[in-house]
């Protein structure tokens, strides 16, 4: 064999172990869909870092967030071929896209429910998203095939519709953005409420249930919701006893460490984002002197 042949060879199989290597990368691409069970007949559907639950019953499904319009028609299909049952409702947690979008989809057959401010706002901001059918203001349940889900509004907290929902037979409660299992809150906090996030956890604590399974993450229990509580505290507190004695954003994102919650994910990244968050409301809520 030549040299220049066997140099042609080389670059052949160079090109087929590169092509070889980066393959599993374009599959990296195609979204992480599953459906596990909780409980009962109640089962999580996640896509990507994305969850979302469903209940079975005789008469029919209930769902809820859609996520996206991609990830709702796969859920549908896949209710069909496993269960072969109509979608009769979907219920939104709040208005926020990355959670609501997609509800067209399951609008022919089901009827959607959510907070009254959610309406307002899907109505409002033109979500990508089904107008909810139904809305309540304080509490709701909806009842199926012998089965029920309480929907429970906390009050403001991670915007200003957000709902929770128990499931009593399945003990599960489903919870949206406003609680994580060991991580902290997501980045600069948009969209929220202070206190009222805090009060929206003591408010989750008093339901009866033992299974959490939050919007993102894995399941948790009752306790991890007082974890949050606990963290969410003294970051507030920190914040706002900063504020009165004049520290600045760069002093309190140096000073306010949280070392009880530094091994929780995201808290290198995240902490100093959340810290600005509740700093920025604090300023706008604060009274003029």
């Known amino acids: 064999m030549t040299r220049i042949l066997r140099l042609c ?3 052949m199989l160079l090109i087929a172990g590169t092509l070889i290597i980066v ?3 374009f599959a990296q691409n195609e979204p992480k869909r599953a459906i596990t069970k909780i409980a009962g007949d109640l089962y999580r559907f996640q896509n990507n870092f994305h969850f979302s639950v469903f209940l079975v019953t005789p008469d029919g499904v209930i769902v809820t967030d859609p996520i996206n319009a991609e990830a709702a028609t796969w859920l549908k299909a896949e209710i069909k071929k496993r269960f072969n049952k109509p979608i009769r409702y979907l ?3 709040h208005d926020h896209s990355d959670h609501s979008s997609g509800g067209e989809i399951f609008a022919d057959t089901a009827t959607v429910i959510a907070h009254e401010n959610a309406k307002a706002t899907i109505v409002g901001e033109s979500r990508p998203t089904a107008i909810p059918d139904l809305t309540f203001s304080d509490r709701m349940t909806v009842s199926l095939g012998g089965k029920q889900v309480e929907l429970i509004y906390v009050g403001a907290s991670h915007s200003d519709n957000l709902i929770v929902m128990n499931f009593p037979a399945e003990r599960t409660l489903f919870a949206v ?3 994580s299992v060991t991580r902290v809150a997501y980045k600069p906090l948009r969209d929220s409420y202070f206190p009222g996030w ?3 956890l003591k408010r989750m ?3 009866d249930f033992d299974i ?3 919007g993102h993450g894995p399941l948790g229990v009752k306790a991890d919701i007082a974890a949050n509580r ?3 505290s003294g970051l507030y507190n920190g914040v706002l006893k900063g504020l009165r004695t004049g520290e600045t954003l760069d002093s309190l994102k140096s000073n306010l460490t949280l070392d009880a919650y530094k091994d929780w994910g995201r808290y290198k990244e995240w902490r100093p984002l959340n810290i600005e968050g509740v700093y920025k409301r604090i300023q706008l809520q604060r009274r003029a002197r």
């Open 9 to 11: 060879v080389a670059a």
């Open 23 to 25: 393959a599993p990368a």
């Open 91 to 93: 219920i939104l947690s």
């Open 177 to 179: 953005d406003i609680v």
């Open 198 to 200: 805090i009060n929206a």
């Open 205 to 207: 604590e008093a339901i």
């Open 212 to 214: 959490l399974a939050p």
């Open 230 to 232: 606990g963290y969410m």
